[in-house]
């Protein structure tokens, strides 16, 4: 009998049930499919809980970033509408003039390009001063200093925070003041060739000048800056600093390669929220500057106004509507200029800690 006989009298289901078994049909032609394992059933996974309390705290952390952000937008917004008639009216332009004459409400005529002169000015000055001063301290009190000595050390740094500003503006006038009258003379006979030092609208031996204002700025803001870039400091990686000291640095060149690459944008994020500190000043500044109403020469030996102390000192001309409009529109500028200052200064701040050059 031949194989095809014998296949043609194979029983129905006893042919090759190999590839049945597996799945396959017999009559399929070509290599196996894979056998595949059959899949166990899913264990049940646990649900999440989700207590109370988590919810109530989620639900309050929430409403707290909201609210903020609502209240920073319902500021603008008020500056903005309470300003904006004041604008209409506005007789000459508002960002180029340097007239302030806000007394007849039918003829207001403000500009605010001395305020930004004198604000930005004395805030500049601060910075300049207190950048390189905080750095300084910031690594001593890291990289320095012993332990039983840095920690006493930053706290009085931190306390000089708590100073009030018209403690700061009362020691500006009554003690600095006299001290850096040589110095300014000295600059001013010495370097008047430099625009910045030239003569201003008041002597350069006042005291009550751009100048000194800057001074007293700075060492306002010498604890935010400290503070903030004393923090990054620290976080700087141990095993890059033993990594350094292993190949041999010293502790200049540890903190030149490491420390300060470490933490460079963390010491600009910090320098930059002291700038938002010293451009809000008011009474400090208001106590110094005196709020002289001649137009600067754009030295630092001006005396003037800022856009904080301007506002303080024209309380009085609160009588109506429009005149009110004029001083909150200088406020609107600050409010944008701090508000945009701070925020460069927390994105820059985010981008420190991570090592990055």
Not at 62 to 79: C, E, K, P, R, Y
Not at 230 to 241: L, M
Not at 243 to 251: D, M, N, P, S, Y
Request: proline share 6%.
């Amino acid at each position: 009998m031949t194989d095809s006989t014998r296949a043609d009298q194979r029983p129905a289901g006893t042919g090759d049930d190999t590839g049945a078994r597996r799945g396959v049909p017999a009559s399929s032609s070509g290599p196996e499919a894979p056998i595949s394992a059959p899949e166990a059933p899913a264990a049940d996974e646990p649900k999440k809980v989700v207590r109370a309390g988590d919810r109530v705290f989620q639900s309050l952390a929430t409403g707290s970033g909201i609210f903020i952000v609502a209240l920073i937008a319902a500021v603008g917004i008020f500056l903005l509408l309470r300003a904006f008639p004041s604008l209409q009216a506005n007789q000459v332009s508002f960002l180029f003039s340097r007239v302030w004459d806000t007394s007849d409400p039918n003829n207001l005529k403000f500009g605010i390009t001395d305020l930004a002169w004198v604000t930005v000015a004395s805030s500049l000055v601060a910075l300049v001063i207190a950048m390189p001063v905080s750095c300084g301290i910031a690594l001593f009190l890291t990289q320095y200093a012993p332990r039983s000595l840095a920690r006493p050390f930053a706290y009085i740094v931190d306390l000089l925070a708590a100073v009030p500003s018209v403690v700061y503006g009362l020691w500006g006038v009554v003690a600095l003041a006299p001290v850096l009258n040589p110095v300014a003379t000295w600059l001013n006979t010495n370097l008047g060739w430099v625009p910045i030092f030239a003569d201003g609208n008041v002597p350069a031996n006042s005291g009550a000048n751009i100048f000194t204002a800057g001074i007293v700025l700075a060492v306002m803001i010498l604890p935010t800056i400290t503070g903030v870039t004393r923090e990054v400091f620290q976080r700087t990686p141990t095993a890059h600093i033993e990594g350094a000291q292993a190949l041999g640095a010293t502790r200049w060149e540890v903190v030149r390669t490491t420390v300060w690459p470490f933490g460079r944008n963390g010491f600009i994020g910090g320098s930059m929220l002291g700038l938002g500190r010293a451009l809000g000043e008011t009474v400090a500044l208001t106590i110094i500057l005196s709020g002289v109403n001649i137009g600067p020469n754009f030295s630092v030996f001006d005396a003037g106004a800022t856009f904080a102390s301007k506002i303080a000192l024209g309380s009085a001309e609160f009588v109506n509507d429009m005149q009110v409009g004029a001083y909150i529109s200088a406020g609107l500028v600050l409010f944008v200029l701090t508000f945009a200052v701070n925020a460069i200064a927390r994105w820059i701040e985010s981008a420190s800690g991570k090592g990055k050059a």
